[in-house]
C-alpha cells in the first residue's frame, strides 16, 4: 500500500456468496486488522442465519463493527451507517491497526466513498401513502410510476425492491426533485485512503450453485424457525425493513400463508441471484477496483499480496 497502514482503509467487497467473510478472517488472523461490516442486513440483532452473520464464537475471537448494532423494529439509514463506520475507522486508526470494510451493500460502499446526499427526513406519511398505493397495485407499477419522473434511479432499483422505490418515490414527493440528483449534489466525503479490492467473478453459473447451496444450509440449520421467531416477537411484522431483506421477506410470506414452502425457496434462491446480478452490475461501475477472482485457489493469499 503506497501510505502507512495506519492511514489505509481496505475495503473487502463482492458480491453475495463471494467468501468475503472467510477472507475477511483469514486477513483478520494474520494481520493488524479490525473488521467492519458493510451489510444492511447484519446490523440487525437476530437476523443471524438468513445474513451468513458469523456464529458468536468468531464474533467473540474477531469483533465485528456493525453487526448487532441495531433492533430490527428500528430503521437503519445510509446516513446511520455512513457515521457509524467513519466512526469505526477512526476508532481503528488511533489504536494504529487497520479498519477491514467487508461487505456486499454497494450503496453504502458508494456513499462511504462519494459522500451523502441531502436528502430529506422520512415521512410516515407520505411512506403510508406509497405503502396503500403498492397494496393495491404492487411494487412493479409504482417502480413504473418511479421510471416516469427518475429513469436513472429507476435502472438500478430492482422492480420488487420495496424499500428503495418507496424511498425514492418519497423523496419526489416531498422535494419534487429525482433522488438521482439529490445523490449527484452529494456531499464531499471524508478523506481516506481507500484500499479497494473485489471478489468478482464472470463464471455467474458457479455464483448460482453457490447461492442455492448456501440458502439450502441456511435452512438445514433453522431458518425458518428463525424467522419465525422473529415474526413472534411483538413489533416485528413483514414490513419492516430488517424484515424485507432477501430472504427473510420470502420466508415470512410463507409463514403468512401467502406461499407454499416450496415456492418461498424458489423465490428466495431468484431474489438472492438477482442481489448477486446488481451487486455485479454495481462493482462494474467502480473506479479503482483491484478484482480477484474467488473461484480461483488462494483467494486469501492473492488478497494479502495486492495489500503487501
Known sequence: MRQSAEAAVVCLLGPTASGKTEVALTLAASGPFDIVSVDSAMVYRGLD???????????????????????PRERFSVADFVAAANQAI????????VPLLVGGTMLYFKRLFDGLAALPAADLSVRAQIDAEAAEHGWPTL?????????????????????????????????????SELQR??????????????????????????????????????????????????GIHAGLASMRSVGYRQMAAYLAGDSSREQAVADA????????????????????????????????????????
Do not use: Y
Request: proline share 5%.
Open 49 to 71: 442465519i438468513g445474513t451468513a452473520k458469523p456464529d458468536s464464537k468468531t464474533l467473540a475471537d474477531f469483533p465485528h463493527a456493525l453487526v448487532d448494532v441495531c433492533d
Open 90 to 97: 477512526a476508532n481503528s486508526h488511533a489504536g494504529g491497526r
Open 143 to 179: 417502480h413504473a410510476s418511479l421510471a416516469s419522473v427518475d429513469p436513472t434511479a429507476a435502472k438500478r432499483i430492482a422492480p420488487g425492491d420495496a424499500q428503495r422505490i418507496q424511498r425514492a418515490l418519497e423523496v419526489f414527493r416531498l422535494t419534487g426533485l429525482p433522488i
Open 185 to 234: 449534489r452529494a456531499t464531499p466525503a471524508a478523506a481516506q485512503n481507500f484500499v479497494k479490492i473485489a471478489l468478482l467473478s464472470e463464471d455467474r453459473e458457479t455464483i448460482h450453485q453457490r447461492i442455492a447451496a448456501r440458502f439450502e444450509h441456511m435452512l438445514a440449520v433453522g431458518f425458518e424457525q428463525e424467522v419465525a421467531d422473529l415474526l413472534a416477537q411483538p
Open 269 to 308: 434462491k431468484t431474489a438472492t441471484r438477482r442481489l448477486a446480478k446488481r451487486q455485479h452490475t454495481w462493482l462494474r461501475g467502480m473506479h479503482g477496483l483491484q478484482i480477484v477472482d474467488p473461484l480461483q485457489t488462494g483467494v486469501a493469499e492473492r488478497v494479502s499480496a495486492l495489500l503487501r
